[in-house]
């Protein structure tokens, strides 16, 4: 039983990934009108990743934050933060939710895109919001382990896999004998069972299904790295920022208090997790909720950026100044 529970669970979310799901809804700006009333509603299109995180998204938006600022959002499914700048650059998205790791490089081609706020970070301490899984008869017991490993990360080149080589080095394994493979978070327990990959990193509620069936954790790479690093950052393009500031701000205002909503109703996004990952409210209750805030003061990404270049990622840092802008 808990076998085909779990498969629902991720045929559900899978098919979430690959169909164009939205949401709409509606809430505040600097000074939001009553229920948006008198107010001209204007569309946004959102990329995020259909993962438990996009929660308080999806709360906020039940709850109606964005409309009360005139905002009709548009939830548009990703697969990373990467993956969304193309769409951001064409303008077929307005804003994205992702890893700061795509911004970074977008910044270093001069590409005009700009992190305006924080969405989510991990915890310092205690169990983390993703981590490397293994099965439970893998033989995988420690980062150590994952050298001479296949290992899923959702987006290659970014912070998982660099913060899970870092953590290999750090506990005594050759992270550069570990083979990086780009799989989506919905399929990574599916290539764990086929054996086309040893290890995958997931966050929930992919980890809680895959540890829940018999897995087990390895380890928590932001946590043994960065403590505290942002799991996911809210951007958009320097051209957007100039040609509309009203809607850039009101959109930020918006994303702030929907955070903000988050932090201090855990029950509700809980609900939407369960709602739009179509999971059972057992396991939407079992999640582990990042940090929800806009603050960067102490997303860590500088951090990211310069062990970045200590593996090689990327040949410089890039500037801070035009990167991350703080609305």
């Known amino acids: 039983m808990k076998r085909s529970l779990i498969a629902l669970g991720l045929m559900t979310v899978s098919a979430l990934a690959l169909a164009g799901c939205t949401d709409s809804a509606a809430l505040p700006s600097s000074a939001p009108s009553e229920e948006g009333e008198g107010m001209e509603m204007r569309s946004v299109r959102v990329a995020a990743l259909p993962i438990a995180e996009t929660g308080a998204l999806w709360a906020a938006i039940d709850e109606g934050i964005f409309e009360e600022y005139g905002l ?36 270093l081609q001069d590409l005009g895109v700009v992190i305006f706020s924080n969405y989510a970070s991990s915890l310092a301490d205690g169990t983390d919001v993703n981590s490397v899984v293994a099965l439970g008869d893998s033989g995988i017991a420690g980062p150590a382990d994952l050298a001479g490993k296949r ?18 080095d750090d506990a005594g394994g050759d992270s ?55 799991v996911l950052t809210n951007f958009t393009t320097q051209a957007l920022m100039d040609s509309d500031p009203e809607l850039v701000a009101d959109y930020a205002a918006a994303m702030s208090d929907a955070l903000e909503f988050a932090a201090q109703n ?42 970045a270049v200590e593996y090689e990622y990327i040949d410089a840092e890039p500037d801070f100044s035009r990167l991350v802008q703080q609305q």
Do not use: C, H, M
């Open 72 to 107: 009709d959002v548009e939830v548009v499914p990703a697969q990373g933060g990467a993956q969304a700048i193309p769409a951001l650059l064409s303008g077929d998205i307005d804003f994205a939710i992702g890893q700061p790791f795509g911004p970074i490089r977008a910044d």
């Open 176 to 230: 550069s004998t570990v083979e990086f493979v780009e799989v989506g978070f919905p399929d990574a327990q599916a290539q764990l069972e086929s054996g086309n990959i040893d290890a995958a990193w997931v966050p929930d509620p992919f980890r809680g299904l895959i540890v829940g069936g018999g897995g087990v954790e390895v380890v928590a790479p932001y946590q043994a790295t960065i403590p505290g690093l942002t």
């Open 151 to 168: 290992v899923a990360v959702n987006s290659l080149g970014a912070a998982g896999d660099l913060t899970i080589r870092k953590a290999v």
């Open 266 to 307: 855990e029950d509700l996004v809980r609900a939407a997790i369960a709602a739009n990952l179509e999971i059972p409210e057992e396991a939407a209750a079992a999640i582990v909720l990042p940090d929800f805030t806009a603050d960067l003061g102490s997303a860590g990404i500088e951090e990211l950026a310069a062990l």
